[in-house]
């Protein structure tokens, strides 16, 4: 039987047609039917937890936005703080600088002096 319905697709087609129009086989199949399908009430209750996932995972990533944007404000701070204490720094070897040069340059002057005379002077 199942051989003969595997060749001839048209009569499992007929045979289909039969069994629909009798009622009780009629339901059964409806409701076997049914149960794969989805219903509009599946489809809402699917499309409100999908909605909530996205609005959860949309919260999660806006927080930690936040949150980087605060570290990088952070960030900001500390780089100009660090920028002063570079400033501040480079005036320091600057004067450091300068007073050295004040203070050796007449004591070359004074041994280049010296050094002169006893070249100079036989």
Same mark, same amino acid.
């Given at each position: 039987?199942?051989?003969?319905?595997?060749?001839?697709?048209?009569? %499992?087609?007929? =045979?289909?047609?039969? +069994?629909?129009?009798?009622? /009780?086989? @009629?339901? $059964?199949? !409806?409701?076997?039917?049914?149960?794969?399908?989805?219903?509009?009430?599946? %489809?809402?209750? =699917?499309?409100?937890? +999908?909605?909530?996932?996205? /609005?959860? @995972?949309? $919260?999660? !990533?806006?927080?930690?936005?936040?949150?980087?944007?605060?570290?990088?404000?952070?960030?900001?701070?500390?780089?100009?703080?660090?920028?002063?204490?570079?400033? @501040?720094?480079?005036?320091?070897?600057?004067?450091?600088?300068?007073?050295?040069?004040?203070?050796?340059?007449?004591?070359?002057?004074?041994?280049?002096?010296?050094?002169?005379?006893?070249?100079?002077?036989?």
């Amino acid at each position: 039987m199942v051989a003969l319905f595997e060749k001839d697709p048209s009569a %499992l087609k007929k =045979l289909a047609e039969l +069994l629909v129009t009798v009622p /009780d086989i @009629r339901l $059964a199949i !409806v409701e076997g039917v049914m149960r794969e399908v989805a219903t509009k009430r599946d %489809l809402e209750a =699917l499309r409100k937890e +999908l909605q909530e996932y996205i /609005d959860k @995972r949309i $919260a999660e !990533v806006r927080s930690e936005i936040a949150e980087i944007r605060s570290e990088l404000g952070r960030l900001g701070d500390r780089a100009a703080r660090l920028e002063a204490r570079v400033a @501040r720094l480079e005036g320091q070897v600057s004067l450091l600088i300068k007073i050295f040069i004040a203070f050796n340059v007449p004591i070359l002057i004074g041994i280049i002096g010296i050094l002169l005379k006893m070249v100079l002077a036989p």
